[in-house]
C-alpha cells in the first residue's frame, strides 16, 4: 500500500512564503514524476509544477519564478517552495506521483491535500 502525505499548508500574508512537503511511504520500487496541483473554491484542479524522475522542472505560467519543485529521493519526498505568494494562490494543494510499484505496475497516487491560505 503505497500512500503520499501532503504536509506545510497553512495561513500566510501576501508576499510571504511557505513549503509544502509530500511524502511517499508503502512498498515501491522508485518514484517517477511528481506534480503539484490545485484547485481553488469553485474552480478546476489545476496543474502548478512538476519534476521528473531525472530532476526536470516545468510550472504553471502563474508561479514562475516564485515557485520551486524539488525532490528528495533518499526521503521519498518532493518539495513546493512558494515565495511571494498572492491571494489568488489560495487552494487546496495536491500531491500526485507516479510509482512503481513492488507489484510491478506504474500506478498514480494522490495525497489529501493541505490548505494553502494567502491573506492578510
Known amino acids: 500500500q503505497v500512500q503520499l502525505v501532503e504536509s506545510g499548508g497553512g495561513l500566510v500574508q501576501p508576499g510571504g512564503s511557505l513549503r509544502l512537503s509530500c511524502a511517499a511511504s508503502g512498498s515501491f520500487f522508485s518514484i517517477r514524476a511528481v506534480a503539484w496541483h490545485r484547485q481553488a473554491l469553485g474552480k478546476e484542479r489545476e496543474l502548478v509544477a512538476a519534476?521528473?524522475?531525472?530532476?526536470?522542472?516545468n510550472y504553471a505560467d502563474s508561479v514562475k519564478g516564485r515557485f520551486t519543485i524539488s525532490r528528495e529521493n533518499a526521503k521519498n519526498t518532493v518539495y513546493l517552495q512558494m515565495n511571494s505568494l498572492k491571494p489568488e494562490d489560495t487552494a487546496v494543494y495536491y500531491c500526485?506521483?507516479?510509482?512503481?510499484?513492488?507489484?510491478?505496475?506504474?500506478?498514480?497516487?494522490w495525497g489529501q491535500g493541505t490548505q494553502v491560505t494567502v491573506s492578510s
Open positions: 500526485n506521483a507516479r510509482i512503481f510499484t513492488v507489484t510491478m505496475r506504474l500506478d498514480d497516487y
Open positions: 519534476i521528473t524522475e531525472g530532476g526536470s522542472t
